[in-house]
C-alpha cells in the first residue's frame, strides 16, 4: 500500500476552483454546493446523456461480482448509486461526498423514486470512517479528479474494500483518437464553460471543470497508481474515443 514517503504528486491536487490560497477540498465542497442546483441539468445537456451509457457499462462489469455492500464515493447527485441499486440490486449501497448540497439532491431522487436501500454520508475521501473491508465493491464517476490527496483515497478506496473485492471508477479523459482528439479541447475550452455559466452562473466553476480534465493522471499513470494504493489486476479502457475512461481493479 502507498504510504506517506513514496506518494506521488500531480498536477490536479494544485489546481483550485476559485482561490490560489486555501485549501482545495474547502473550495471543492464550496464549488458544488453552489452549482449542485443546476448540476443535473448542465451534466445531461453538456454529455448529450452519453454519461448514462458510461455509467451502464461500468456498472454491468460489476454484474458478475453480485457486490452486496456498495459504497459509491463522491457520489455527487446519486446518478451512479441509483443505477447500481437498479442494475445489481445489493443489499446496501452507501453514497458518500463532501458537498450537502449535491447529496440533498440525491436524497431527492431517491424520496422520487421511492429507493430506500441508499443512504447518503459526509466523508472526506482522503480520510473514510468506515471500517476496514467493508464493502464489497467501491465505485466513483467523474469525481476522483478533484481529489486534493489522490493516493491518500485510492489507498482508502482500498481499506474498506473486502480481500477480492472490486473498485470501478470512470472519469473523464483527454481522447488520444481522432476526430475526439481535436474535437474534445475545443468543447472543453469554449462550450462547457458556456453551458456552465448559462444554468449557474458560476463561470470559475466551469472553467475549473474542463481544467481539472486536463491535468489529471490518465490511462497507465492512473493504472500506476492504483497497483501502488496495492489493487491488482488493473486495467482501464477509453470510451467514445477517450473522453472517458473506466477502470477496473481487484482488491
Known amino acids: ?56 457499462r461500468a456498472i454491468s462489469a460489476l454484474k458478475p461480482f453480485a457486490p452486496r455492500k456498495v459504497l459509491d464515493i463522491a457520489t455527487g447527485t446519486g446518478d451512479l448509486a441509483l443505477l447500481i441499486e437498479e442494475i445489481l440490486k445489493p443489499e446496501s449501497i452507501i453514497g458518500c461526498d463532501i458537498s450537502e448540497g449535491m447529496m440533498k439532491v440525491a436524497r431527492e431522487k431517491c424520496k422520487k423514486r421511492g429507493v430506500t436501500n441508499i443512504r447518503f454520508e459526509r466523508e472526506d475521501c482522503t480520510a473514510l470512517t468506515y471500517p476496514d473491508e467493508s464493502f464489497d465493491a467501491v465505485t466513483s464517476s467523474f469525481g476522483i479528479r478533484n481529489f486534493q490527496e489522490l493516493d491518500k483515497a485510492l489507498c482508502e478506496m482500498q481499506r474498506v474494500l473486502r480481500k477480492g473485492g472490486h473498485l470501478a471508477i470512470l ?38 471543470l474542463p481544467d481539472s480534465i486536463a491535468a489529471f493522471p490518465q490511462g497507465e499513470v492512473l493504472q500506476s497508481a492504483l497497483e501502488r494504493a496495492g489493487f491488482s489486476k488493473v486495467e482501464f479502457h477509453r470510451f467514445t474515443g477517450g473522453v472517458c475512461t473506466f477502470y477496473l481493479a481487484t482488491k
Do not use: C
Open 171 to 208: 472519469e473523464l479523459s483527454t481522447p488520444v483518437k481522432f476526430p475526439m482528439k481535436q474535437l474534445f479541447p475545443i468543447y472543453a475550452r469554449y462550450v462547457m464553460p458556456f453551458l456552465g455559466w448559462l444554468f449557474s452562473k458560476d463561470a470559475k466553476a466551469y472553467k475549473y
Open 1 to 56: 500500500m502507498t504510504n506517506k514517503q513514496n506518494r506521488m504528486s500531480y498536477r490536479h491536487e494544485k489546481l483550485k476552483p476559485y482561490r490560489n490560497e486555501g485549501e482545495k477540498a474547502e473550495q471543492i465542497e464550496e464549488m458544488f454546493d453552489n452549482i449542485a442546483p443546476e448540476y443535473d441539468k448542465f451534466n445531461y445537456l453538456a454529455s448529450m446523456n452519453i454519461d448514462r451509457i458510461w455509467r451502464k
